[in-house]
């Protein structure tokens, strides 16, 4: 669906259509800003983002250290390091690499949210095999996901994959406390997610939000549902714990098609179509949910980034957004399985689709005091530093 033809753009589009000349974002997103040359700021963001990262000398030489550090502290330990697995290809190519190329010890931790598709499944067993890798996996109270996932529709808000993101952010520390490791490896990189609007969803890790949306709209008491609370994320962890979150994947030349082949080759991985596709909820939330409600398209963000880091060209990115995001048979199937695992019927899930689109800031968060610490960002590093 193009954002121009969704029946609520004029409260969510507000800006005559312009598309940056360098990536394919454009005014879907409304709080994107142009300079004189028509580049967006999204794009301007990742340049400065590169740029402090240092030259490919000054990163593998942050990588050498990090990777000299993380053998040092496992010294004695059964792991030396921690890392999510989903199945994707950010953390499947971490896990990869840190083996493989770094010659690390990650305890992986797969959390098991009730939507996993079985190309997931496969992937994530393949890599556990090949690498000999031990995983620890969480599995969610279905009865307290499907709540909040259900809180989290009726809310009308953006980013339905909030619960389960904060699922496995909370998992992974708990996780990590458990075996008493203080470094977590991500497979969060610039090169293949650096744009993400932020009119477009909001933090996952805000558990204010989260308890603040299904307070109003949940039905069932969180009894299991591991909360990462505020105290845990600014406090707890980085400051008692001493755990520190590595990006490894931003110091090295890492290339997401690349990637793919070695994958396939070494760990016998398989494709399964879109970013984050392999959760059927997040494919739904995606590919349909968003488009159809708000005229998102998040295929622009992801493609964008590739673009940005000239893992494509700007031509080839718009050629792929031509396709159909679904096909109306699969659309068909995949609503009617998402809204009978959710416990919806079809009636009230018709009637929040036609309701007007709401925004995180319409709910209690802790919007403002994350603005504040952006702000104080040298600041507060100053202090985080002393606590290492």
């Not at 669906?1 to 394919?24: A, F, G, S, W």
């Not at 005014?27 to 028509?38: A, L, M």
Request: hydrophobic share 35%; charged share 25%.
């Amino acid at each position: 669906m193009n954002y121009r033809e969704n029946l609520h753009t004029d409260i969510l589009h507000k800006h005559p259509h312009q598309e940056c000349v360098r990536c394919v974002m454009d005014t879907s997103d409304p709080w994107i800003e142009f300079d004189e040359h028509g580049v967006c700021n999204h794009c301007k963001m990742y340049d400065s983002y590169i740029a402090e990262l240092g030259t490919p000398d000054e990163k593998m030489s942050e990588l050498n250290s990090l990777v000299a550090h993380l053998k040092n502290a496992g010294k004695g330990k059964e792991y030396d390091c921690i890392m999510g697995l989903s199945g994707g290809v950010d953390s499947s190519y971490l896990a990869w690499y840190a083996v493989k190329q770094l010659g690390l010890r990650p305890l992986a931790v797969h959390v098991d949210a009730g939507w996993n598709s079985e190309l997931a499944v496969n992937n994530i067993q393949n890599i556990v095999q090949r690498l000999n890798l031990d995983l620890h996996t969480v599995v969610m109270d279905w009865e307290e996901i499907k709540d909040l996932q259900q809180a989290y529709f009726r809310s009308g808000t953006a980013n339905l994959d909030v619960p389960q993101d904060h699922a496995f952010i909370a998992s992974l520390y708990r996780e990590a406390r458990k075996y008493g490791i203080k470094d977590i490896l991500s497979g969060g990189n610039m090169q293949t997610e650096s744009i993400l609007p932020a009119a477009w969803g909001y933090d996952a890790g805000d558990p204010k939000s989260l308890l603040a949306i299904h307070k109003k709209f949940g039905k069932h008491q969180l009894k299991h549902f591991p909360i990462h609370s505020t105290f845990d994320k600014l406090i707890y962890y980085p400051l008692i714990r001493k755990m520190r979150t590595h990006r490894p994947l931003e110091w090295i030349d890492y290339n997401k098609f690349a990637a793919k082949k070695i994958l396939m080759k070494e760990l016998g991985w398989r494709d399964y179509g879109g970013k984050h596709y392999e959760s059927v909820f997040t494919k739904f939330f995606q590919a349909h949910y968003l488009p159809a409600k708000f005229g998102y398209d998040k295929r622009k963000a992801h493609l964008a980034s590739l673009v940005v880091s000239g893992q494509m060209t700007k031509e080839e990115a718009k050629i792929e957004l031509e396709f159909p995001l679904y096909n109306p048979i699969e659309l068909n199937e995949d609503k009617i399985f998402w809204t009978k695992k959710l416990g919806l019927n079809m009636l009230e899930y018709e009637r929040i689709m036609a309701e007007s689109p709401r925004f995180y800031s319409d709910y209690p968060s802790n919007d403002n005091l994350y603005k504040w610490m952006r702000k104080n960002l040298h600041f507060l590093s100053g202090i985080y530093k002393k606590f290492r």
